[in-house]
């Protein structure tokens, strides 16, 4: 595709991604009672509201990780995470493939030679795509800019999405327990109590330690070999 085509599309899509959030995610949505009212006027389409308003919630400014808590107040535990799950993966390998077919070849240009940790970084995610994305989304979780970046790099899209699969599941869970806990008893004092924070904290630690114990044991590998 040539550099003005590449153009006109990135363009295109901003526009229609501005577009969507404009229809789909007005600012009287982007509250507990306002998506409540929409969820509820949609009757059995309420879930695709949410999922609609969660995916377009990637192309504006402001943490993901508050739509995912609404998932668990609006819809409870199980499904509610459910929820958020679908739209995460849909929002993140959206906003990739914007990167992907718009502006990799710019951005591997001006950026790969220039600074050697972009390079290496490419470089890792090439051979070692799945965990070094599941290890930077257990880092950053659904942060835009890390869905920015990764579009620009060469990871393979295949293990773009499973790690991203893999690597969201613990804070996804984290914020829609929390959500869950919120929506059961409408008190944040109810959500900080130990019995609530501490279990959440513990499997968040957990998976923290064994990230980095497998992380150790490759480099431990790599230095041997």
Known sequence: MSPPLRLALAVLLVAAACIAVAHVAPPAWLSVDGMRRAVEAAGVLGPLVFLGVFVAGFFIPGPEILFAALGGILF????GFVYAYVASLIGTTTTFFLVRYTAQEYAQRALRDRFEWIRALDERLVHRGVLTVTGLRL???LSPPLNWALGATRVRTSHYVFGTAIGIVP???AAVYFGDVLGATGSVS?????????????????????AVAAHRLRAGRSGRA
Not at 76 to 79: A, F
């Open 76 to 79: 409870g535990g199980l499904p």
């Open 139 to 141: 880092l950053l979780f």
């Open 171 to 173: 804070g996804l869970a």
């Open 190 to 210: 109810d959500v900080l109590r130990p019995g609530v924070v501490l279990p959440a904290a513990a499997a968040l630690l957990l998976v923290a330690t064994v």
